[in-house]
């Protein structure tokens, strides 16, 4: 089937952090993206585009929308959606008083495809068409959300978590058990459809170093295979590792001595980390989620985005939402909290340019997506978003006043949330479409 989007097109070429970011931003005011079989065909001016498309392509038409590539969510706990906002504490009291005794309800499959399928309609209503996603300690609860992943046609890494001390009985594994797990969901999920799996030792102070080799063990075994973690989130918590853990210089240290950084690790936060474990991420390619919502929320700090992404050295880092603790699923609203954390640390100033880059082509490539999703751009999947800056009265008053993109993309990073998302599309189809969904 042959679809196009007309609207105008937003895209990058380049690193913004590494190059001028006007020289990255790709932008076609009046575009069409020409969509077959779930890939891009082509992309460019209108009136260019339109004589190229096959009889019968059905144009659909996005007056004064932005079209640009789904987002990307570096470091989401599916599990968490039904305590988003759960008040008072730092991470760990967080953790014990909340987060423990809501993902132990991820025991019955039937509690965990119901919010499997609540989460994925959310990400998609946010625009989200890519997350790195942590299920339970329970493989149904793997099941449940790759199986609506396959159903939607989205791309999804997510996996089990490991987690064998330190945390109740009744969601706790042993280094032994979760291996096994591990591996039948590797072999039921890795690859099937747009579907990685990535092996979860929760954190540090949750698995024992047995199981730490276990991951890393799993890791060897099969090719593509991602790996997520937390990491110097809270300073207690890094207190509580140093204690754990005290042959290790660092946090980051403890899963490097276990073999688990490398250019498909994604570390959540990395909000206390220092020079040498920078120069290690760089060195290996590993990611770090930058997740500002939740890093806002339960006080844990500020991410230094412009320090980690130093031309010299730069770190991967992507945008990660981290509900529960983050308070939105939208990256919208994670790019507004994030322009604050970096004025905050005055390092840098999150433009929009950087900003949308991160949220997609950079986070694509945090990933090692990025020759597949991220870009708008003939032979990418069609995974896009479609962007409304009238979709508040505020945002289309003050949209009124801009005068260039850049203006128009930092008023929707600003004021924008999910209700400017007009649509979602991933693999060519249309997943969401917010004026024919009853109000
Ligand atoms: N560290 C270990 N588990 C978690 C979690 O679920 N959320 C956050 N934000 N940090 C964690
Ligand atoms: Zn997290």
């Not at 500020?302 to 992404?309: D, G, I, M, Q, S």
């Amino acid at each position: 089937m042959s679809t196009a989007l007309r609207g105008r097109i937003v895209g990058f070429r380049d690193d913004p952090f590494l190059a001028a970011p006007r020289d990255c931003l790709q932008h076609e005011p009046d575009g069409l993206v020409h969509i077959e079989n779930g890939l891009i065909v082509s992309v460019g001016p209108y009136a260019e585009i339109v004589p190229t498309l096959p009889a019968g392509t059905q144009i659909v038409c996005y007056p004064n929308a932005i079209i640009c590539a789904g987002f990307v969510d570096a470091h989401v706990h599916y599990p968490q959606l039904q305590m988003v906002g759960a008040p008072g504490e730092q991470l760990l009291g967080w953790l014990d008083r909340y987060v423990f005794p809501t993902e132990a309800q991820f025991a019955d499959p039937d509690h965990a495809r119901r919010v499997a399928r609540r989460f994925l309609r959310e990400l998609l209503r946010a625009g989200t068409t890519t997350a790195a996603v942590y299920c339970t300690v329970h493989p149904q609860s793997v099941d449940a959300f790759f199986a609506e992943s396959v159903r939607l046609g989205t791309r999804m890494i997510a996996g089990k978590v490991l987690m064998d001390r330190n945390v109740p009985d009744a969601i706790r594994d042993t280094a032994k058990t979760g291996h096994a797990e591990s591996l039948a969901l590797i072999r039921r999920w890795h690859g099937k459809a747009r579907q990685s799996y990535a092996v979860t030792p929760r954190f540090a102070p949750s698995c024992s170093p047995e199981q730490l080799a276990a991951a890393a063990d799993l890791l060897g075994q099969t090719d593509g295979l991602f790996l997520q973690t937390h990491l110097a989130e809270n300073q207690a918590e890094i207190a509580w590792v140093a204690r754990l853990f005290p042959e290790a210089r660092s946090y980051l240290d403890v899963y490097d001595r276990a073999g688990l950084v490398g250019a498909r690790s994604i570390f959540g936060h990395g909000i206390h980390l220092d020079e040498q474990d920078f120069c290690i991420c760089h060195r290996a390619g590993a990611a770090l989620a930058h997740c500002p919502t939740s890093n806002l929320f339960l006080g844990s700090g500020n991410f230094r985005l412009f320090e980690a992404r130093d031309p010299r050295r730069p770190v991967h880092v992507a945008l990660g939402s981290d509900v529960g603790a983050g308070t939105s699923l939208s990256s919208l609203v994670t790019l507004n909290e994030a322009y604050k954390v970096a004025q905050a640390v005055g390092a840098g100033t999150l433009d929009a340019i950087r900003g949308f880059w991160l949220a997609t082509l950079g986070g694509a490539r945090a990933l090692s997506l990025d020759d597949r999703i991220g870009r708008v751009a003939p032979g990418y999947e069609a995974d896009l978003v479609v962007l409304d800056p009238d979709s508040s009265p505020l945002l289309s008053f003050r949209t009124g006043f801009c005068d260039s993109v850049e203006e128009l993309l930092f008023a929707l990073m600003t004021l924008g949330d999910d209700r400017a998302i007009r649509a979602t599309y991933v693999n060519g189809r249309c997943v969401h479409d917010r004026d024919a969904e009853a109000p």
